[in-house]
């Protein structure tokens, strides 16, 4: 068994999923537009996974939520945008790669995933103990003392996420200068975002908040077998 990131997809993840790997797999065209809606239909979810879930939960107001709101608003522009600048002139050649790697990613829903389907890749033995212990820690109410622990491993988790379902993609398509550029500076946008919403979140929260939290994310580190 392999220890991994297993973000839930929901019926329209599947689907997009779906459409664009049976595109590939019959050489059919479309595939560039089928990816793009992919990306557009996991964007969503994990903005709101991320971004909107965490701030809600904590009644984030005023101009502490307007923040969240300009980060969410603005991680989905970027990435619908990029996404089409990146993709939409691809061949399915130039897209093989991308499909492996979608392929990868893609975890049908089976025994071993409580017959929810989800995207997901591997992590290190180490950073699947440290996950465990933060969501351990926040279920016995002693999280408020390992704060540094719980947003070291949700910066880990979101950084990941990032790396694994979008970067590693873009690095198998030609892209200009100008846009490459683009890209950096939005994921490492992105990324901040992410980061200043979740330490805003698990510092504000007593025992009982990060209780709910942590167990609201203890199943995104999962097992699934090598072979899956």
């Not at 330490?199 to 090598?226: C, E, Q, W, Y």
Request: hydrophobic letters at 40%.
């Amino acid at each position: 068994m392999q220890d991994v990131v297993a973000v839930p997809a929901n019926e329209k993840l599947v689907e997009s999923i779906e459409r664009f790997l049976t595109t590939m797999d019959k050489n059919l065209p479309g595939a560039a537009d089928q990816y793009i809606s992919m990306v557009d239909q996991l964007t969503e979810n994990l903005i709101h996974l991320f971004l909107i879930e965490p701030a809600d939960m904590v009644n984030l107001g005023g101009s502490k939520r307007r923040v969240v709101d300009f980060a969410s608003a603005t991680a989905g522009k970027a990435s619908h945008l990029l996404t089409r600048q990146i993709y939409r002139k691809a061949s399915n050649a130039e897209l093989a790669p991308v499909a492996a790697n979608v392929r990868e990613l893609y975890w049908p829903a089976d025994e071993h995933n409580d017959h929810l389907p989800r995207v997901s890749f591997p992590i290190s033995n180490d950073y699947a103990a440290d996950f465990r212990q933060a969501v351990e820690v926040c279920a016995e109410c002693r999280g408020t003392t390992e704060v540094p622990m719980i947003s070291r491993v949700m910066d880990e988790l979101s950084d990941g996420i990032i790396e694994h379902f979008f970067v590693r993609n873009s690095r198998t398509v030609n892209m200009g200068f100008v846009t490459r550029k683009a890209l950096d500076t939005s994921v490492e946008t992105t990324r901040k975002a992410v980061r200043a919403v979740n330490h805003k979140v698990i510092g504000d929260l007593n025992d009982t908040g990060l209780k709910h939290f942590m167990g609201m994310h203890s199943n995104l580190v999962a097992r699934k077998p090598a072979s899956t």
